[in-house]
């Protein structure tokens, strides 16, 4: 027989064995592993929103160019679709017709002038006739009245002298401001008819330097405008120009500088729009009138505001929030209100602070009051860095 004193000792051992091979007791798991997320400081900036508007250039001078006189066309001067300076003789209407007319007219002068040098003459022995009552008064006055009548004709051959000459002058077409000319749409040897209703037209002229671009500017956009002005936080175009850029269709970006220099007076009722006039130079001579352009002018004023990624947020039932993670690296849930994008990055106008920790990567793995393992990163990446 054993001992007695050895049969508890034997009995806690065989206890212990067999409840080291009993099941863990079922629901309970070990913790989760805290998450991984990448985080990044938003970055503070003073920003303005800009507004985009599709528009066309047109001249700032555009000139039908007609005859102002019937005649041959007799030579044409230009190159079509080439550059002519204010001046610059365009089209020679046969002048001859016109130059006898000038002749005629001086001939007539000339004898006008003649007929009121004799009857000034007999004027003045008529004066001295009557003081000696050689004359009667009404033969007199008689010669007085054909002194009147003889200046009278010297003018009205001087105004038909000027007219003449008017019409000899516009047999010489010159161009009335500087800019590209269009095609010649009669060439020499045909005739042309002038005056006001049946002129013909010859050409077209152009100016292009600088070049108009115009836009439609939607009432919501103008009533913002006219309440940012009224709040002193932007300057209005009614009052003051203001800068503006422009791209064509086939650039990038808005690489054109220019300034808004004119607002209609009214809304249009058909399209609730209201017509404004962007002015940009053209030294180059590329743009032209017709093109479609963009147009970009301030949509706000100047504030401060957060820059992030735009993967950084999030959508609740439509409403934008990032999460935020705090000293202790725990989460917190921020709801912001967003704006446009600004150097590829978006810019928060309100709800966060510029020195707090964003999660930029993980946001799945984040839950708002959890603990996380954050790693630090920049915001700011190759691909969302501004553009020189």
């Given at each position: 027989?054993?001992?007695?004193t050895?049969?508890?000792?034997?009995?806690?051992?065989l206890?212990?064995?067999g409840?080291s091979?009993r099941p863990?007791?079922a629901?309970?798991?070990p913790?989760?592993?805290?998450p991984?997320?990448?985080?990044?400081?938003?970055i503070?900036r003073t920003?303005t929103e800009?507004?985009?508007?599709v528009?066309?250039?047109e001249s700032?001078?555009?000139v039908?160019?007609r005859?102002?006189v019937?005649?041959?066309?007799e030579?044409v001067?230009f190159?079509?679709?080439?550059e002519?300076?204010?001046?610059?003789l365009?089209f020679?209407?046969?002048?001859?017709?016109?130059?006898?007319?000038v002749?005629r007219?001086?001939?007539?002068?000339?004898?006008a002038?003649?007929?009121?040098?004799l009857?000034?003459s007999?004027?003045?022995?008529?004066?001295?006739?009557?003081?000696s009552r050689a004359i009667s008064s009404?033969?007199?006055?008689t010669?007085?009245?054909?002194?009147?009548e003889?200046?009278?004709?010297?003018?009205?051959?001087e105004?038909?002298?000027n007219a003449?000459?008017?019409?000899?002058?516009?047999?010489?077409i010159?161009?009335p401001i500087?800019?590209r000319i269009?095609q010649?749409?009669?060439?020499?040897?045909n005739?042309?008819?002038?005056g006001t209703s049946?002129a013909?037209?010859?050409?077209?002229?152009?100016?292009?330097?600088?070049?108009?671009?115009y836009?439609?500017?939607d009432?919501?956009s103008?009533?913002?405008?006219?309440?940012?002005?009224?709040?002193?936080?932007r300057?209005?175009?009614?009052?003051?120009?203001i800068?503006?850029r422009?791209?064509l269709?086939n650039?990038?970006g808005?690489?054109?500088e220019?300034?808004?220099d004119?607002?209609d007076?009214a809304i249009?009722?058909?399209?609730?729009?209201?017509?404004?006039?962007?002015v940009?130079?053209n030294?180059?001579r590329?743009?032209?009138p017709?093109?479609f352009a963009r147009?970009?002018?301030?949509?706000?004023?100047?504030?401060?505001?957060?820059?992030?990624?735009d993967?950084a947020l999030g959508s609740?039932?439509?409403?934008?929030y990032v999460l935020?993670?705090?000293?202790d690296n725990?989460v917190?849930y921020?709801?912001?209100?967003?704006g446009?994008?600004?150097d590829?990055?978006r810019?928060i106008?309100e709800?966060?602070k510029?020195?707090?920790r964003i999660?930029?990567?993980g946001?799945l793995?984040?839950?708002?009051?959890a603990t996380v393992?954050?790693?630090?990163s920049e915001?700011l990446?190759?691909?969302t860095?501004?553009?020189k």
């Amino acid at each position: 027989m054993r001992p007695p004193t050895l049969l508890p000792a034997l009995a806690a051992a065989l206890a212990l064995a067999g409840a080291s091979c009993r099941p863990p007791v079922a629901g309970t798991t070990p913790p989760p592993p805290v998450p991984t997320v990448t985080v990044a400081r938003g970055i503070a900036r003073t920003v303005t929103e800009y507004d985009d508007f599709v528009g066309r250039l047109e001249s700032p001078q555009s000139v039908e160019i007609r005859a102002r006189v019937s005649g041959y066309l007799e030579k044409v001067h230009f190159k079509e679709g080439g550059e002519v300076k204010q001046g610059d003789l365009l089209f020679t209407i046969d002048p001859r017709p016109y130059q006898a007319t000038v002749d005629r007219f001086l001939a007539d002068l000339d004898r006008a002038k003649i007929r009121a040098e004799l009857a000034r003459s007999e004027a003045t022995r008529a004066e001295k006739l009557v003081a000696s009552r050689a004359i009667s008064s009404e033969e007199a006055e008689t010669r007085v009245k054909a002194l009147t009548e003889a200046e009278a004709a010297i003018r009205s051959a001087e105004a038909g002298l000027n007219a003449s000459k008017l019409d000899l002058e516009f047999t010489s077409i010159h161009a009335p401001i500087t800019g590209r000319i269009g095609q010649a749409l009669v060439t020499p040897g045909n005739l042309v008819g002038g005056g006001t209703s049946v002129a013909t037209l010859l050409t077209t002229l152009v100016a292009l330097d600088p070049i108009y671009c115009y836009v439609e500017v939607d009432e919501r956009s103008s009533l913002k405008y006219r309440t940012l002005a009224r709040e002193g936080k932007r300057e209005s175009a009614l009052f003051k120009e203001i800068p503006a850029r422009m791209g064509l269709t086939n650039e990038s970006g808005f690489p054109h500088e220019g300034k808004i220099d004119f607002v209609d007076n009214a809304i249009k009722p058909d399209t609730g729009t209201i017509r404004a006039r962007g002015v940009f130079p053209n030294a180059d001579r590329l743009m032209a009138p017709g093109f479609f352009a963009r147009l970009r002018i301030p949509g706000s004023g100047r504030y401060e505001a957060v820059l992030i990624r735009d993967s950084a947020l999030g959508s609740d039932q439509g409403r934008p929030y990032v999460l935020v993670v705090g000293p202790d690296n725990k989460v917190q849930y921020r709801g912001v209100t967003t704006g446009p994008m600004e150097d590829g990055l978006r810019i928060i106008r309100e709800g966060l602070k510029p020195d707090e920790r964003i999660v930029i990567t993980g946001l799945l793995a984040a839950r708002p009051g959890a603990t996380v393992n954050p790693t630090e990163s920049e915001m700011l990446t190759k691909e969302t860095a501004p553009a020189k």
